[in-house]
C-alpha cells in the first residue's frame, strides 16, 4: 500500500506564492505517474499538473506559466511550486499516484491520493 502524505498548504494574498510538498512510503518516484489536482466547493475535481516516471510534465492551462510540478526522486518527494497565486486557486489540493511508466496525462487513473490539504488566497 502507497501512502501520500502532503504538506505546504495555507493562506497568502493574490500574486504571493507556495510550495507544496507530497511524499511518500515508499519508494515510487521511480517507475510512476504523479499529479496533483485540486477541487473546490461547486466544483468537480480539476486536474492541475502531472509529471511522468521519465520526467515529462503537463500543466493545465489554467496553471500554466505559474505552477510547476517537480519531484525530487531521491528524497521521494513530489512538489507543485505555486506563484503569482490568485483566489480562483482557492482549493483543496490533493497529490495523486499511478504506477504507469508510459504517458501521464491529467486524466490518468490514479490509484493513490494523498489526504489534501487546503489553499486559501484572497484578494
Known amino acids: 500500500q502507497v501512502h501520500l502524505v502532503e504538506a505546504g498548504g495555507g493562506s497568502v494574498q493574490a500574486g504571493g506564492s507556495l510550495r507544496r510538498s507530497c511524499a511518500a512510503s515508499?519508494?515510487?518516484?521511480?517507475?510512476?505517474?504523479l499529479g496533483w489536482f485540486r477541487q473546490s466547493p461547486g466544483k468537480g475535481r480539476e486536474g492541475v499538473a502531472s509529471i511522468a516516471s521519465y520526467g515529462t510534465v503537463n500543466h493545465a492551462d489554467s496553471v500554466k506559466g505559474r505552477f510547476t510540478i517537480f519531484k525530487d526522486i531521491a528524497r521521494s518527494v513530489l512538489y507543485l511550486e505555486m506563484k503569482s497565486l490568485k483566489p480562483e486557486d482557492t482549493a483543496m489540493y490533493f497529490c495523486?499516484?499511478?504506477?504507469?511508466?508510459?504517458?501521464?496525462?491529467?486524466?490518468?487513473?490514479?490509484?493513490?491520493w494523498g489526504q489534501g490539504t487546503q489553499v486559501t488566497v484572497s484578494s
Open positions: 515508499g519508494y515510487i518516484y521511480s517507475g510512476y505517474c
Open positions: 495523486a499516484a499511478e504506477k504507469s511508466i508510459g504517458y501521464c496525462p491529467l486524466s490518468a487513473n490514479f490509484n493513490y
